[in-house]
């Protein structure tokens, strides 16, 4: 069974930041893209950022220059560091991961698998 667990969120003033850590375990074969989602009271689920398991990256235009997506391959984790955090920011953080599950047996496709999200909030 595979599992994402995020941990880091909380709250903190404008301009302020966190690291938020997500760690895959589990029966786990490979690992491609991750990323960071957030959903906002009353607004769709939207993409932060993402990075392959090369380390490729992209970002959604409004965190651009303010947050950065990392991983660590050999620990399964990806990391969000959010700098100069606004309060639109506030949101439930979500990480997600495309997983082959080897208990799953052969053809090892890949799935989706999602956190249980953590909450961050930006005081003005």
């Known amino acids: 069974q595979v599992q994402l667990v995020e941990s880091g969120g909380g709250l903190v003033q404008a301009g302020g930041s966190l690291r938020l850590s997500c760690a895959a375990s589990g029966s786990i074969f490979s690992i491609n893209d991750m990323g960071w989602y957030r959903q906002a009271p009353g607004k769709q689920r939207e993409l932060v950022a993402a990075i392959t398991s090369g380390g490729s990256t992209n970002y959604a235009d409004s965190v651009k220059g303010r947050f950065t997506i990392s991983r660590d391959n050999a620990k399964k984790t990806v990391y969000l560091q959010m700098n100069r955090l606004k309060p639109e920011d506030t949101a439930v953080y979500y990480c997600?991961?495309?997983?082959?599950?080897?208990?799953?047996?052969?053809?090892?496709?890949?799935?989706?698998?999602w956190g249980q999200g953590t909450q961050v909030t930006v005081s003005s």
């Open positions: 997600a991961a495309e997983i082959s599950d080897f208990a799953a047996g052969p053809p090892l496709a890949m799935s989706d698998y």
